[in-house]
């Protein structure tokens, strides 16, 4: 496997996506009273700064935060924008969507019957 920069978000799924799965699961998810993201000197996330700067600068995107797995023989991508300081407040809930995040892109998972 290798880990390479993850390319901006293609739209605003993959970002709401990337919030459900890692932001909102994290100890560094702080939201302002107006409802933004509160400020890294303010004890904010640095990444989710940075990832609200990237829709006006694509540039500002923190691409050496969020991460791509790549299978190193073939280098296909096995899943999409990991973020590499994710601190999860719930060991459970975390697993969870690191599972549902597994079974969307790795090529040929296939579900146990009702699941």
């Given at each position: 496997m290798s880990n390479?920069?993850?390319k901006p978000f293609s739209n605003g799924t993959e970002y709401e996506i990337f919030l459900y799965n890692y932001c909102e699961q994290c100890r560094s998810y702080k939201l302002r009273d107006d409802g933004f993201p509160e400020f890294p000197e303010n004890g904010g996330?640095?990444?989710?700064?940075?990832?609200?700067n990237a829709r006006f600068d694509i540039s500002a995107f923190p691409s050496d935060h969020i991460r791509e797995l790549h299978d190193a023989d073939t280098d296909e991508t096995i899943r999409w924008h990991e973020c590499n300081r994710f601190d999860p407040e719930d060991e459970k809930l975390?697993?969870?969507a690191f599972t549902r995040m597994s079974m969307a892109v790795i090529p040929g998972f296939k579900k146990e019957e009702g699941e």
């Open positions: 390479l920069p993850s996330c640095p990444i989710l700064d940075a990832m609200e975390a697993n969870e």
